[in-house]
């Protein structure tokens, strides 16, 4: 079956513009989560979604990130006036409710 | 505050020979752990986990043993092959949070 899709892949974007990052997850999977990766950096949590409950945003580095999940599915990553240490590679995963995560092949968002 | 601990950066094995991937943790809480692998421009995938109530779980070539006195977790590859080349990183969750804590991988290099 279909495994968790990102887009875009790669993303190019000016020092202070706003950039979205899409993430759809594994049909059925009721748990989202974003997560971060800087060059010669382990994954870094950004934020969990779990069906209907509150999203943990404990990992979110600054309030100028955020992020949506719309109707338990798809997911919407925002960051606001992105700068250069923003650059990383952003990875979303699913899982059911009690098992592995299941990763999509990330955003690699450039911020020049 | 690295609660997930992966003190070797890198490890070069030769082809046939036994991996052997260590992984620290400091959260008395977590009480399910993953390992996952991750090659260049590709999500990580999914290896091998083990619950707390278990100190072994093998799955053909790859054996995850964890010590819980110790708070250590090994993951053992046997007979390595050059395809293991990658990243591997190690993962923890528990005491009723979803949230999925990585390490900051090991670079495993096997030489042919």
């Known amino acids: 079956g279909a495994g968790v899709s990102q887009s875009p892949s790669n993303k190019v974007t000016e020092k202070g513009k706003d950039v979205e990052l899409r993430c759809d997850p594994i049909?059925?999977?009721?748990?989202l989560y974003w997560y971060r990766q800087s060059l010669g950096q382990g994954l870094e949590f950004l934020i969990y979604?779990?069906?209907?409950?509150?999203?943990?945003k404990s990992g979110l580095p600054s309030d100028r990130f955020s992020a949506e999940r719309t109707g338990g599915s798809v997911s919407t990553l925002t960051i606001q006036r992105t700068q250069q240490e923003d650059s990383a590679v952003y990875l979303c995963?699913?899982?059911?409710?009690?098992?592995?995560?299941?990763f999509g092949n990330g955003t690699r968002l450039t911020v020049t | 505050d690295q609660q997930v601990k992966q003190n070797s950066p890198s490890l070069s094995v030769q082809e046939g020979r036994i991996s052997i991937l260590n992984c620290d943790y400091t959260?008395?809480?977590?009480?399910?752990f993953l390992w996952y692998k991750k090659y260049p421009a590709e999500g990580p995938t999914f290896l091998i986990s083990?619950?707390?109530?278990?100190d072994k779980n093998e799955d053909g070539r790859f054996t995850v043993f964890l010590n819980k006195s110790a708070k250590h977790l090994s993951l053992h590859i046997v007979p390595s092959q050059p395809g293991d080349s990658a990243v591997y990183f190690c993962?923890?969750?528990?005491?009723?949070?979803?949230?999925?804590?990585f390490g900051t991988g090991t670079k495993l290099q096997v030489i042919p």
């Open positions: 995963a699913s899982s059911p409710l009690a098992g592995a995560l299941h």
């Open positions: 049909s059925g999977h009721t748990a």
């Open positions: 979604f779990q069906g209907n409950s509150a999203p943990d």
């Open positions: 959260n008395s809480m977590f009480d399910y």
């Open positions: 083990i619950s707390s109530i278990k």
């Open positions: 993962a923890a969750k528990g005491g009723g949070y979803q949230k999925v804590t």
